[in-house]
C-alpha cells in the first residue's frame, strides 16, 4: 500500500472510522487477516463523479487530480463501499 500512497498521495487511509470524511468522499474497506479494519478513500474534491452497477463502482477523476494522468478510471469491487451524500455520482 505503501508505494500507491507514494504515486497516488490523494489515496488516504486508516484504521481510525473517526478521521474519515464520511459525507465527502468515496470510502472502501479491506478487513486484513491480522488487525484492524483497514478504510481507505478518495475525497470528493478529487473526484468528478461516481457511478455503479451490479456492485461494481466506478469513480471518474476530476481532470485537475493527480489521479486522472495516472488513469481514467478507479474501479471498486469492494465487499463495503460508502458513497458520501456530497459525492458527485452518475
Known amino acids: 500500500m505503501d508505494s500507491l500512497l507514494q504515486k497516488i498521495p490523494e489515496i488516504k487511509f486508516s484504521s481510525d472510522a473517526e478521521e474519515?470524511?464520511?459525507?465527502?468522499?468515496?470510502?472502501?474497506?479491506?478487513?486484513?487477516?491480522?488487525g484492524p479494519r483497514v478504510y481507505e478513500w478518495l475525497g470528493g474534491e478529487h473526484i468528478r463523479y461516481v457511478s455503479?452497477?451490479?456492485?461494481?463502482?466506478?469513480?471518474?477523476?476530476?481532470?485537475?487530480?493527480?489521479?486522472?494522468?495516472?488513469?481514467?478510471c478507479i474501479i471498486l469491487p469492494s465487499a463495503f463501499i460508502w458513497i458520501g451524500k456530497t459525492v458527485k455520482v452518475a
Open 20 to 34: 474519515i470524511p464520511w459525507d465527502s468522499a468515496v470510502v472502501w474497506t479491506i478487513m486484513p487477516r491480522v
Open 52 to 72: 455503479w452497477t451490479n456492485g461494481i463502482v466506478s469513480v471518474m477523476p476530476e481532470p485537475k487530480s493527480i489521479i486522472s494522468s495516472h488513469c481514467q
